[in-house]
């Protein structure tokens, strides 16, 4: 199975702060990753597809970045509302991986 | 609206069975793959079995492989999970989510709310 790897663990930054979370699997996967946002009692939330495509209705500030076997997910200004768990997941293998998330805090 | 509703968690003993299932609504359920996944309390997001929109291709994750049968009824645009033989690390939210596909991408678009398992004795 393909291991995907999420640095850092936790993060805690400022509002209007740029933060980058990264990702990287255990072998090629092309450009198969996506970025979800998950919030305590919330469902998952889709944020980027095929590594740097913005889902409908997320805000600019969010992107993403790579391809291969590192990937990067970027919020350009960091607001309250982005306070959530972030993970990436690979959709290459029919074993669809998630990394083991990133816990974003506002300072 | 889109959407999918979870339901049928609950409390169950170790080596116990139970069915949840994923009722879906605002768009034709028969044009999309769908998957089950599970968060552990305290823990990260576990993808645990794939169907295709037709029924006819599944996928399980090694852990539950042999023990959860992923179903679907397109008629009743339902998605199940049958899950025997239960464990106590089996215990977790399980969300069902429709899959979105093309020749370059894959991913998760629409999530349910989820559904509680608990296993233990």
């Known amino acids: 199975d393909i291991q995907m790897t999420q640095s850092p663990s936790s993060l805690s930054a400022s509002v209007g702060d740029r933060v980058t979370i990264t990702c990287r699997a255990s072998?090629?996967?092309?450009?198969?990753v996506n970025w979800y946002q998950k919030k305590p009692g919330q469902a998952p939330k889709l944020l980027i597809y095929a590594a740097s495509s913005l889902q409908s209705g997320v805000p600019s500030r969010f992107s993403g970045s790579g391809s291969g076997t590192d990937f990067t997910l970027t919020i350009s200004s960091l607001q309250p509302a982005d306070s959530a768990t972030y993970y990436c997941?690979?959709?290459?293998?029919?074993?669809?991986?998630f990394g083991q998330g990133t816990k974003v805090e506002i300072k | 609206q889109v959407q999918l509703v979870e339901s049928g968690g609950g409390l169950v003993k170790p080596g116990g069975s139970l069915r949840l299932s994923c009722a879906a609504s605002g768009f034709t359920f028969s044009d999309y793959y769908m998957s089950w996944i599970r968060q552990a309390p305290g823990k990260g997001l576990e993808w645990v079995s794939f169907i295709s929109s037709s029924g006819s291709t599944i996928f399980d994750a090694d852990s539950v492989q042999g023990r959860f049968t992923i179903s679907r009824d397109n008629a009743k645009n339902s998605l199940y999970l049958q899950m025997n033989s239960l464990r106590v690390d089996d215990t977790a939210v399980y969300y069902c989510a429709r899959g979105i596909a093309a020749a370059d991408y894959d991913a998760f678009d629409i999530w349910g709310q989820g559904t509680m398992v608990t296993v233990s004795s």
């Open positions: 997941q690979q959709t290459y293998t029919t074993t669809r991986t």
């Open positions: 072998q090629s996967i092309s450009s198969y």
